[in-house]
């Protein structure tokens, strides 16, 4: 699944232009490895850093103190609390953020602040309605009646359908970009079994395309146009038309014309 998703992010962060990027969490995931903006960042939050800093340098993967100025600067951050100004960044990636969020709600809300207008975000995760997530789900539930389960999956936090998940993006308003599925095989530990699964992964993207274990969502942050309507200086305005004169007969006066001040009505002149 690591690697698969690897593949996705490479390819959809590739030709993303602009100046700051970020990703948050999973420092396994290199997600920014293939993008080219000078300034790009890994958000940890105070329990990964900690798990980080206890691993072996050998374990640490892409993540190690950057040799270069381009490459990629860890930082400690919490994805509800992003130490950046709002509209500064063009590019987050969320790989299984959400997921491992005490409030997916506010981690989403905080990258609508950071992103600038058309900005992107890429957000990975697990489908519940896959072979996967069903799996999880009945671990789950024999650990509720006690009867006991596997997890092998991560416990914390709730698996997000990609429906659900395009309903909050829409609501902060977000344009859905793109969405990849991925990772048919069911879940087995051997690799005899793995490879004798392999051909769902050729056939899953046609046969069953939203059964994948993992979805890769690509979307945009639109704001949209203001047009700002003052007064009409150049013109002056509009101006009222003036009241015409019209001389109208005075039947109490025999012959004698009084002038009055009349506006004409549909170009007929009406005689007193």
């Known amino acids: 699944m690591l690697e698969w998703e690897q593949e996705r992010y490479d390819e959809l962060v590739a030709d993303v232009f602009g ?13 920014l490895r293939a993008n080219r903006m000078p300034h790009r960042w890994l958000a940890l939050g105070q329990v990964e850093a900690m798990i980080l800093d206890r691993q072996p340098a050998a374990d640490r993967g892409n993540q190690d103190p950057p040799k270069d100025p381009s490459e990629v ?12 100004a709002e509209s500064s960044l063009d590019l987050v990636l969320m790989p299984h953020s959400l997921e491992d969020s005490v409030d ?21 995760g697990f489908n519940p309605y896959s072979l996967w997530g069903m799996r999880q789900a009945r671990a789950r539930m024999y ?5 006991g389960g596997s997890l ?21 308003g977000f ?21 004798n699964y392999e051909f ?13 274990a993992a979805y890769v969502i690509v979307a945009i942050k639109r704001v949209p146009a203001m047009r700002l309507l003052g007064p009409s200086w150049r013109n002056g305005g509009v101006k009222a038309p003036a009241p015409s004169q019209v001389p109208v007969a005075n039947q109490h006066q025999g012959s004698t014309l009084h002038t009055h001040l009349r506006m004409p009505t549909h170009n007929r002149f009406h005689q007193e």
């Open 19 to 31: 100046y700051h990027a970020l990703q948050l969490g999973m420092p396994k995931l290199a997600g």
């Open 73 to 84: 600067t860890a930082l400690l951050a919490e994805p509800v609390m992003l130490p950046f």
């Open 104 to 124: 997916p709600h506010a981690a989403l809300r905080e990258v609508q602040r950071v992103l600038v207008g058309e900005g992107r975000v890429v957000i990975s």
């Open 143 to 147: 650990r509720r009646v006690g009867v």
């Open 152 to 172: 092998f999956l991560p416990e914390s936090g709730e698996f997000i359908s990609p429906g659900r998940l395009r309903d909050w993006l829409r609501l902060l």
């Open 175 to 195: 344009e859905l970009d793109s969405i990849s599925f991925g990772c048919y095989k069911p879940s087995v530990r051997t690799t005899g079994w793995l490879e």
């Open 200 to 212: 769902m992964d050729s056939l899953g993207p046609r046969w069953w395309p939203i059964l994948g």
